[in-house]
């Protein structure tokens, strides 16, 4: 009554993984070229964010050591001591501000490029899709070419 059509395409293996990693590598690399520009950027701010959330504990290092000069000379006063530690805590407050806004700046970027990527993906995959002869369809399980587009 029903005939079983015999299948062309191979077996799916269980984890499939590209033949040729250096070439899926460049193509990754090639991907990410498209936003060189923020890319560039993204690393900029990092390292900013890096250098001012390293310079936090210099600071707080330099306002301990003025504290403890302060109490070597045993010249203790709650006036001697705001003025001691107002500086550093102006500058730790600032720093803490750069390194968060540096963060939040990298991530907010970093989002938007993937979320792009992932468009574009989506986009060549679907055109990839749409230009299969029908015949692949009849062929290929959906179970099959949804694990293929995934």
């Not at 062309?8 to 293996?13: A, I, N």
């Not at 993984?17 to 690399?29: G, R, V, Y």
């Not at 705001?82 to 991530?107: D, G, H, K, T």
């Amino acid at each position: 009554m029903f005939k079983h059509k015999k299948t062309r395409v191979q077996k799916v293996t269980q984890q499939e993984q590209p033949s040729n990693m250096k070439h899926a590598f460049k193509l990754f690399i090639n991907l990410l070229l498209n936003w060189k520009g923020r890319i560039a950027l993204v690393l900029l701010v990092s390292l900013l964010g890096s250098i001012t959330y390293t310079v936090i504990p210099w600071i707080m290092g330099l306002s301990i050591d003025a504290v403890a000069t302060l109490i070597s000379t045993n010249n203790l006063s709650i006036a001697s001591v705001e003025a001691v530690i107002i500086q550093p805590l102006l500058w730790l407050v600032l720093a803490s501000f750069f390194s968060f806004l540096f963060s939040f700046i990298q991530e907010r970027i970093m989002a938007s490029i993937s979320e792009q990527a992932g468009t574009h993906l989506r986009k060549i995959i679907t055109d990839k899709m749409t230009t299969l002869p029908l015949r692949f369809y009849d062929d290929v399980k959906v179970g099959e070419v949804l694990s293929r587009v995934s």
